[in-house]
């Protein structure tokens, strides 16, 4: 699965870059290059209001790949990972978990996991 650097398309992480089997994941957190994982679910009324500003978030940090992996569809990867609360913000580079969010919408908070 080929992922993008976020210039163009509103919410362009968050459709281009979804991933549809856990081989898919697998292969990209295995990169070196900081990857950020966007843990989300459809019902989750935190993960839709995070869609209003991560465009903002991605504009700004198109250094790194995004992609977004639904948490009930992957539940094995989620329990691997760690990821309890939704949603979470996960960056990985070498197949390794090198900073997570687990955030309650702020977009101030958002922001801390690139420093």
């Not at 990209?28 to 950020?36: A, C, G, S």
């Not at 989620?78 to 990821?83: K, R």
């Not at 090198?98 to 919408?105: D, E, N």
């Given at each position: ?50 869609g209003m500003f991560i465009e903002e ?32 913000l996960l960056v990985f580079k070498n ?21």
């Open positions: 699965m080929q992922t993008t650097n976020l210039s163009s398309a509103r919410n362009a992480c968050i459709n281009s870059s979804r991933f549809k089997t856990e081989q898919e994941f697998r292969e990209q957190i295995t990169k070196d290059e900081l990857t950020v994982g966007i843990f989300t679910t459809t019902w989750c009324p935190d993960c839709k209001r995070l978030v991605t504009e700004e940090h198109q250094d790194k790949q995004w992609f977004k992996i639904d948490r009930d569809e992957f539940p094995g990867i989620s329990e691997e990972q760690s990821v309890m609360g939704i949603p979470s197949n390794l978990q090198v900073r997570s969010l687990k955030i309650k919408i702020n977009i101030s908070n958002i922001f801390v996991i690139f420093t």
